[in-house]
């Protein structure tokens, strides 16, 4: 087996303190592959001397990683990926703010990760590169003359091509993850976006169903849904005592509060579901936990003001001094245990994104569940894990009177129905968890056997979609 080259925006180093269920998946693969991984150590670099790379052995692999400078920080990775790439790959192009500054930062970062690869690159490593903000580095490799097999895989949906097209560098960023020998994608959705696109505007030529070529050079295409870590320590954990007395039912959802979370959408629907069953008031509490702070994409201007003022005049309307509807707290305030504490209680778990790549949080609600009395998932149609746990309710987010009958027809539901739902989708969780996601990725990489995921069948549209792949 080669050794395994991971390169993502963020890596974990001795010193990182936070939690984030991606690092998780990507720090186990690692251990598993005694990896080299390259990232962003979370740290700003304000001296003269600039950002120095630093090396750690940590478990059975080694992590190279950097801090960003100050304009690093700011016009790459806030402004060319938070201000451009992140609304535009979420079919949101109306936010995004163009500043020919942020694509020049953008370049130099990810040149300055792909010169740190090729310090120590031999021929017989492989190369796995994670999500957008990283996205050149294939291409910057291999024109520093480093032929490596590579592979890419997009954790965020990838958009219609007439979004894609919005971005000025769309050309040049496309003709860079054509470099990669693997590219990889979450969804059939997001096959069928990218295929569309590169068929149309590219000199691609489709080989197969999952093959394509471009100059002679030929790519595969897979749906490799990413799997979380199924430890026993995240499955069904013990319910801390204040947890455990809380009077009500629970319907729990978790986000980073932004443009796409929703979360207005799913106030909104909380309300009309009061109004259309008020049996359910002071019986059922939504525990919104959200996340202002992490650094992810960006929101507009007043959005947690609003939020915030939203929860209040549904407080107002519907609660008394024993009870609210809606309980929204930042997840600052709770820690990862405290969290799947709350996933194990909760009756229902609604994660109604307005679109969304890699869905970890739902599959943690699945793992956190007591299989003899489950709780019920509601899924957004617009997630990145709704094809593959289709035994979730499937809504459509902006439709409140759809989420509001979902949500009763959650705790209405008989528990032998809930049993089967959440059985099914269990076995899902633990059969493609962390370490099937990486094996199946690395295989696919390797060319030893073909991958197991991505099989397609073709619509008389011409549009790509999956077969009864779980």
């Known amino acids: 087996m080669s050794t395994l080259i991971i390169v993502s925006n963020r890596c974990i180093t001795r010193k990182t303190t936070f939690t984030d269920p991606l690092l998780d998946v990507l720090e186990k693969i690692a251990i598993n592959y005694s990896a080299k991984w ?40 806030h402004g ?125 030529t489709r080989l197969a169903p999952d093959l394509i070529q471009l100059n002679g050079k030929t790519i595969r295409i897979g749906i ?98 024993s009870w609210y509807p809606v309980n929204y707290i930042h997840n600052t305030l709770c820690s990862q245990t405290l969290i799947q504490e709350l996933y194990a209680k909760a009756q229902v778990a609604l994660f109604t994104p307005l679109s969304e790549g890699t869905s970890l949080s739902a599959k943690a609600f699945i793992l956190a569940q007591d299989v003899d009395d489950p709780g019920v998932l509601i899924l957004s149609m617009f997630s990145g894990a709704a094809e593959q746990l289709s035994e979730a309710i499937i809504v459509n987010p902006y439709d409140a009177n759809e989420t509001s009958d979902a949500l009763h027809s959650a705790l209405s539901m008989p528990l032998h129905e809930r049993k089967r739902r959440h059985g099914l989708m269990l076995k899902k969780v633990l059969r493609y968890d962390s370490l099937w996601w990486g094996r199946t990725f690395i295989e696919a990489l390797e060319d030893k056997t073909r991958p197991a995921a991505p099989v397609f069948r073709t619509s008389h549209y011409g549009v790509f979609t999956p077969q009864k792949l779980y």
């Open 38 to 77: 390259y990232g962003w150590d979370g740290e700003i670099e304000t001296s003269r001397k600039g950002p120095q790379r630093s090396r750690h052995d940590i478990n059975t692999f080694t992590v190279y990683s950097r801090p960003f400078s100050a304009n690093e920080y700011e016009n790459g990775y």
């Open 80 to 204: 060319y990926i938070h201000k451009v790439l992140w609304p535009v790959f979420h079919n949101r192009p109306d936010l995004a703010e163009y500043q020919k500054e942020y694509f020049t930062t953008y370049k130099m970062n990810a040149q300055n990760v792909a010169e740190d690869i090729a310090q120590d690159l031999r021929d017989e490593e492989i190369i796995w590169v994670h999500d957008y903000h990283l996205l050149p580095v294939g291409k910057m490799l291999r024109d520093g003359g480093h032929h490596n097999m590579s592979g890419f895989f997009l954790h965020q949906p990838f958009p219609p091509g007439d979004v894609l097209r919005s971005i000025p560098e769309h050309n040049w960023l496309v003709n860079a993850l054509l470099e990669y020998d693997v590219i990889g994608f979450q969804s059939s959705a997001d096959v069928s976006n990218f295929l569309t696109y590169v068929l149309r505007y590219h000199r691609v």
């Open 224 to 321: 490799f849904p990413c799997g979380i870590v199924a430890d026993a320590q995240n499955v069904a954990p013990p319910i801390h005592r204040q947890v455990d007395d809380y009077p009500r039912q629970i319907i729990i959802s978790n986000d980073v509060i932004s443009d796409i979370s929703g979360i207005h959408y799913r106030l909104d629907a909380m309300r009309t579901f009061l109004n259309h069953h008020p049996r359910y008031i002071r019986n059922v509490s939504l525990l919104q936990i959200s996340d202002p702070s992490r650094e992810y994409p960006r929101s507009t201007s007043n959005l947690c003001t609003r939020l915030e003022r939203f929860c209040g005049e549904l407080n107002g309307q519907y609660g008394d001094f």
